[in-house]
Structures are given as structure tokens and as C-alpha cells.
């Protein structure tokens, strides 16, 4: 699987928009793009996934560059229950499904 | 419903102890994993069970790690003869079928002493 690079650390204030970026640019045509998050003590949690559209869903939005060399996880209100550590993660279609983690952005919400 | 649930939630070992792990996972999900999670690191692939059958076990770090899944549903990692560089949280996930996404338990985590 391709390798993804992430900021170690980003910070934002509660009901603010969050934009969390995510680079892959050897990604390839078969990579989808996956998100997962980890609160603090707790295991991971899908957030969403996409290929080359941009997609919603209740907890977040992931539009992807026209390239797909990069991403942006976007949370549209910050609250404090979001503060967690972020993991973007290429997944081939063709592959075994285990996930593959890097370090993922750690995510700070102030009140 | 139920999500993934793992046990003990702690478990502390005196070097050189076998200790056995357990995972719950959502009733009907085909395929299981298991993760461990040293301390500020991301979660890394240990073995993957489709079902009752170990597809893939390359990630598990030595022999004395050990995986199953005898009925496809509760597995166990049994670790043989524990040493202070097992000491990680061990995550357990299941999916639907292979590449749908991972439900993630709570985690075991395991100290020796």
C-alpha cells in the first residue's frame, strides 16, 4: 500500500471548521482513500472513505484533489469530543484488507 | 447493537508467562483482525482470519504468538512466554466481508513485568 503524510499535530477552536490534510502522492489508480480516527483509550473508528469523489457523511467530509495526490478530511464543527488522533490510510481494492496506520494527526480541540 | 468486544482490558505478566487474549467480534462479520499498538505509535497488522481460516499471519512477530478463530466467530491471541517488548495494546477488529470497513474493539492492554 502506498504511504500517506500527515501532520503530527493540529489545533483547532470548538464549533470552528477543521480542515486535516493528508498527502499521498505515489497513490494509485485502485487506492481508496480511508479515514480513521482513536479518542483517547479507545480502538480506532472509520470515519469515511472515498476514491476520487468528494464524499459527506454525518460525521465528516473528505474532498479529494482532482489529482489524488492529496486529501482533506474536513470536520465542518470542531467539538470536543473530536479531539483524537486522525489516520488517512490508502487501501487497494485488489489487496488483503488489513489497515495500514502511519503516526495520524493529533487533533486538539480547545473550548 | 454490539460492537467488538475484547477481553481482559488489562492484563499485567510476569516475564516469561503465557497469557491468551480474547475478541468478540459483531456477530456475522467474516473477517476478523488483529492489531498491536505500542505506545505512541499507530496500530500495526498482526494476522487476518476470514472466517475460520488464517489467511495471512506475517505480522505476527515471532513464534510465540499465536492466532485462532476455531468456529469463525470468538477468537484468541495467545502469547507464549511473554517478553517486556510485548508490552503493547492489542486491538481486535472485524468487518463485514474483507474490505468493508473495521469495527475496533476497546483494546487489550498488556504490561510485563
Known amino acids: 500500500d502506498a504511504k500517506t503524510t500527515q501532520p503530527n499535530s493540529m489545533e483547532s477552536n470548538e464549533e470552528e471548521p477543521v480542515h486535516l490534510p493528508c498527502n499521498h502522492s505515489t497513490i494509485s489508480g485502485t487506492d481508496y482513500i480511508h479515514w480513521y480516527r482513536q479518542l483517547p483509550s479507545q480502538g480506532p473508528e472509520y470515519v469515511i472513505h472515498?476514491?476520487?469523489s468528494n464524499v459527506n457523511n454525518r460525521m465528516a467530509s473528505l474532498a479529494i484533489a482532482e489529482d489524488r495526490k492529496s486529501s482533506t478530511l474536513i470536520l465542518h464543527r470542531a467539538t470536543l469530543r473530536d479531539a483524537a488522533v486522525y489516520y488517512c490510510?490508502?487501501?487497494?481494492?485488489?489487496?488483503?484488507?488489513?489497515?495500514?496506520f502511519g503516526k495520524g494527526t493529533k487533533l486538539s480541540v480547545k473550548p | 447493537g454490539a460492537g467488538v468486544s475484547q477481553s481482559p482490558r488489562y492484563k499485567v505478566a510476569k516475564r516469561g508467562q503465557d497469557v491468551a487474549l480474547r475478541c468478540d467480534p459483531i456477530?456475522?462479520?467474516?473477517?476478523l483482525f488483529w492489531y498491536q499498538q505500542a505506545l505512541g505509535q499507530g496500530p500495526e497488522f498482526l494476522t487476518y482470519f476470514q472466517n475460520e481460516a488464517q489467511l495471512d499471519k506475517s505480522g505476527l512477530p515471532s513464534d510465540r504468538f499465536f492466532a485462532e478463530r476455531p468456529e469463525g466467530s470468538v477468537s484468541t491471541l495467545k502469547i507464549q512466554r511473554t517478553q517486556q517488548e510485548d508490552s503493547a495494546v492489542y486491538l481486535c477488529?472485524?468487518?463485514?466481508?474483507?474490505?468493508?470497513?473495521?469495527?475496533f474493539g476497546p483494546g487489550t492492554r498488556l504490561t510485563v513485568t
Open positions: 472515498g476514491l476520487t
Open positions: 477488529a472485524s468487518s463485514l466481508t474483507e474490505f468493508r470497513e473495521q469495527y
Open positions: 490510510i490508502l487501501r487497494d481494492r485488489g489487496s488483503q484488507g488489513n489497515l495500514i
Open positions: 456477530s456475522g462479520h467474516v473477517s
